[in-house]
């Protein structure tokens, strides 16, 4: 978890370190995993959805052994993403049985895009050109936070909204906190004038509370009381 919000921490970096960096330490947690269970076996979980993306890294591993590949530096980039994306999979199957670590695991990356999303604001407002209001980036784009393009951060709140959308609904007693992170997050992405990013986290969370009411989380009454609370603290941050 701290290898991936590291990797967003320098997601401005126009260079390719950055990504090398995520996949090493990605690849060093799988050795690590590989050798503790050497030496303490475990049962190991797999999951299908590892099978898409290892046969895109079989092919991409094909290609460059018979020479077929147009350009072989795109393809080792992609066999290496591929490979990465298939090996966070495969050690979230493995660590994240336990529903406590999973929680803890989720409830971490939604309270980093707040911080992020606050940050981001301030910047977008007050520096647009300075990534932390010290790299200078190119005059045609305004950064927000780490992210070079503000559709960048808009997927980043798509990504973990969700899971704020749940505890508001799921959690009564801790339910002002995520309603207020939810806020500041939709708020932030309106803010920053993503038209296709509102355009998807406002269905992304017209469609969570919907599921939410569908399965019994909230009832119809609540379920209004809670997006009214939602949609009017982020007309307040914004």
Known sequence: LMVLMAAVTVAWSPRYWPVAALHTGIFVL?????AHNAVNPQPVVWNRILAPMGIVGIWGAVQLTLGTSVYGFETTRALLYWSANAMV?????????????????LTVPAYFAGVIA??????????????????????????????VYRNQFAALVELVLPIVLYRVMAERRHRWVSAMLAAILFAVVVATASRAGTLLVASEMALVFLLGWRRGLLSRPALAMVLGQVLALAVVFT
């Not at 799988?30 to 590989?34: E, M, P, R």
């Not at 999979?89 to 695991?105: E, K, P």
Request: hydrophobic residues 50%.
């Open 30 to 34: 799988g050795i690590a995993w590989l």
């Open 118 to 147: 606050v940050l981001g604001i301030l910047q977008y407002f007050t520096s647009p050109y300075l990534v932390y209001w010290t790299f200078p980036i190119g005059r045609h784009v305004k950064a927000v936070g780490p992210f």
């Open 89 to 105: 999979m495969f050690l979230g199957a493995q660590f994240l049985q336990v529903r406590h670590i999973r929680r803890n695991f």
